[in-house]
Every structure is written in C-alpha cells, then in structure tokens.
C-alpha cells in the first residue's frame, strides 16, 4: 500500500507553519492547500511565480535554481518509483543539476526520508509499506533507527 494522491498532498500539507512562502508547483501538489491543518495560512503556488526585476514584472521567471536559492527548508515531492519501477531516490543524479545539496526531506508515496551529513535517513513509511519494500526501490542506502522506530 501506499500514500494516494491526496493522502501524499495531507502528509506534505502537515509539514507547514502558519506563515510560510511555498512553491508548490504543478500537478499534484497543487492539492496540497485544501490539506492543511486548521490556522495555517501559507503563500503559496503563483505568488512566487511572478518576480519584480526592477522597472518590470517577470511571467514565470521561477525555476529551482531561483526557488532554493536562500531557502530555509526544501521539501521534494515525488513517486518513489519511475514507471518501470526503477528508484527515483538515487545515489547520484544523472539529469542537469540546478541545486546541488538543497533538499532537506523527500516526501514520496511510499516514504519520508531526511537527507542528513550521514546520508538519507527513513523518517516514516506510507501506512502498510514496510521498510523493507522503501530499501528495495530506493538506490542508496537508507539510515533506520535500530529500535524499530523510523523517526
């Protein structure tokens, strides 16, 4: 089992304090605002999408060398998995880099999973995912608490 669509929008939605700017980009996690929790108010999808450069407004300028660029905390959101089951959580990056070293967790359908000086530690898994299956479809090696406990 995993986290569906919007059970993944509800557990990126309690990452956030009252407060916050977040880009939230496109497709899915433009569900996230109808998830979150009572009080919290954020700033979100569009209000940063549009950047002043001084004498002009700029359409779009985003993208995430701009976006992660000074920010506190980077959430990345995603399939655990592509389509042909191959991990999406690897050990190194074969595609363009905008921002090396700036994502704090990973929140997937199968997984919560922090990048650390240690490497990638599993926080929490999906209801009825153990960790077994999150090591199976994640390339690098994953961090647990030895307890039992994920977090």
């Known amino acids: ?15 956030f304090s009252d407060g916050q700017y977040v880009n939230l980009g496109i497709g ?3 569900l996230i605002p109808n998830y979150l929790p009572a009080g919290v108010r954020i700033s979100a999808a569009g209000d940063l999408a549009n950047w002043m450069v001084p004498g002009r407004m700029v359409k779009g300028m985003g993208g995430a060398m701009e ?8 959430i990345a959101t995603m399939a655990h998995t592509a389509r042909d089951g191959s ?11 905008a921002g090396v070293g700036c994502v ?30 999150v090591r199976a479809k994640t390339e690098p090696p994953l961090l647990v608490a030895t307890d039992g406990r994920h977090a």
């Open 104 to 133: 704090h967790r990973i929140i997937t359908d199968l997984a919560v999973i922090d990048v650390c000086d240690e490497g990638l530690r599993l926080v929490e898994t999906a209801p009825g995912v153990g960790v077994d299956e």
């Open 1 to 15: 089992m995993t986290w569906t669509r919007e059970g993944l929008a509800a557990r990126v939605a309690a990452e």
């Open 28 to 30: 899915m996690p433009t």
């Open 87 to 97: 991990p999406k959580v690897v050990a190194r990056c074969t595609l363009p880099l």
């Open 67 to 74: 976006l992660v660029h000074g920010a506190l905390r980077v």
